[in-house]
């Protein structure tokens, strides 16, 4: 197959990836069969098995994914998570005037602990969304306040691009989300305003009532301030002996790990709950499991369907022509990945592509790996978080009984300005 011939079939192939995906097939199937078809049509379909295999024993991805889902699942069991939501739940309801925001950042915030979307969207959204539609907020709003936070897993060392882009760079999986955090932050802030004002001039902020919700969230739950705090501490721990100053004066500081800090944490929710040992153990493996089948598994895909683009010579010649242009590279890391997760529903297959493929050139660019890498991950969350398509979006819209489409429509105006943001500070 000739080089443009094969790059047309590529094309073509590529464009049934994308009906498929918009199509909510899943993920991974899509991927894989994308790419073994442009493997095999470039007679190198060994190429998509050795990317399968290569992809399935990447070391640190393994254990910061697999590990954090762990800790995710004790956090279940033992019911900390419960208490760290309940107790925002608390702090928001007195202070009304930020309430909306609020119920965004503070998403966001469990959301870093709790780093899977639609997981996160079903615990807070069940609690968060009658709360807010209590206070006068109507459904769609209180729905989207949610949804908003579901992308601060961006600040997690068990999201699967987090690693990835830390094992492009050379470097550790905190030094790749402290070289995004700004811009992740500054999206978020970005979003809750945004809302707010939506919310303001739409008249949606006050006076709603609905005789079917709930007037109060978790009335005779009883917070334990230290359980509230336990989800946070493994964050706390990367964050602390990731700073140079402690690494000066502790000379075992940089030995500390994602895992390390997982199970620290799972052993002290286990401590103070008084959870039985064999079912937490049981759970924490459960966790990973899962993290390495749902998580690893589109990014296993993921490899198979850049091995066929590279087959047939796409990737080379989508390089050459961003050598063209700065700009166009650029628009290409942060829209690409956007508008695929607008149209899916999941930013993650886009921004794996992307950064599978091209981002390792960043430097042909104008541009570093570890800031090329984020823009794309970035973008594809934004994307995803403004999708009427998501899971993420389908539960909350749910649980508040209004449509997807209507939280889309009050979270394009912030996803769209937020990636204009985060653009301009990444690159």
């Known amino acids: 197959m000739s080089g443009t011939i094969a790059i047309i079939f590529g094309m073509v192939v590529l464009a049934a990836a994308v009906f498929f995906l918009i199509r909510q097939v899943e993920t991974r199937l899509v991927l894989l069969a994308a790419g073994f078809t442009m493997a095999v ?10 990317a399968f295999s290569k992809s399935m024993i990447s070391g640190v991805l393994i254990q910061n994914i697999c590990s954090t889902l762990g800790f995710a699942m004790i956090l279940q069991i033992t019911e900390c998570d419960k208490h760290l939501i309940y107790g925002l739940t608390r702090g928001l309801s007195r202070v009304r005037f930020i309430i909306i925001p609020g119920a965004a950042l503070a998403t966001f915030c469990i959301n870093i602990a709790l780093p899977s979307a ?26 989207s306040a949610v949804m908003l936070g579901t992308f601060g897993s961006m600040l997690s060392p068990g999201l699967m691009h987090n690693p990835i882009i830390a094992k492009l760079a050379g470097m550790e ?17 970005v979003g809750a305003i945004s809302l707010a004002v939506v919310a303001y001039l739409r008249k949606e902020d006050r006076n709603f009532t609905n005789g079917d919700q709930e007037n109060c969230a978790g009335r005779d739950f009883r917070v334990n301030p230290l359980l509230a705090a336990l989800p946070l501490i493994p964050i706390a721990v990367l964050i602390v002996f990731s700073l140079s100053s402690v690494r000066a004066s502790v000379s075992w ?20 709950t008084r959870t039985n040992p064999q079912t937490a153990v049981k759970k924490f493996f459960e966790g990973m499991g899962k993290g390495y089948g749902d998580v690893l598994g589109i990014i296993i895909a993921t490899g198979v369907f850049v ?8 990737i080379e010649a989508f390089i050459s022509l961003l050598k063209n242009s700065q700009g166009i590279a650029k628009l290409a890391a942060t829209y690409g990945p956007f508008l695929l997760g607008v149209v899916s529903g999941s930013g993650d ?28 991950a970035l973008a594809g969350a934004l994307g995803r978080t403004m999708s009427p398509l998501a899971g993420a979006a389908i539960i909350c819209a749910g649980i508040a009984k209004v ?25």
């Open 41 to 50: 049509a470039a007679l190198a379909p060994l190429n998509a098995f050795d």
């Open 118 to 143: 639609a997981g996160c969207a079903a615990s807070v959204g069940v609690i968060f969304i009658p709360l807010l539609i209590s206070q006068g907020i109507s459904p769609a709003v209180a729905a």
């Open 173 to 189: 999986v905190m030094e790749a989300i402290k070289g995004h955090a700004a811009a992740t932050v500054a999206s978020i802030i």
């Open 253 to 272: 500081a940089a030995s500390i790990k994602v895992p390390h800090a997982m199970l620290l944490g799972a052993f002290l929710c286990l401590l103070f």
């Open 307 to 314: 091995s066929g683009m590279q087959a047939l010579g796409m």
């Open 349 to 376: 297959s886009a921004a794996i592509a992307f950064n599978e493929s091209v981002t390792p050139h960043a430097q042909n660019f104008g541009m570093t790996i570890s800031n090329m890498g984020s823009m794309a």
């Open 403 to 427: 449509s997807p489409f209507e939280l889309s429509r009050r979270l394009a105006p912030g996803m769209i300005i937020a990636s204009m943001v985060s653009l301009f500070i990444l690159m």
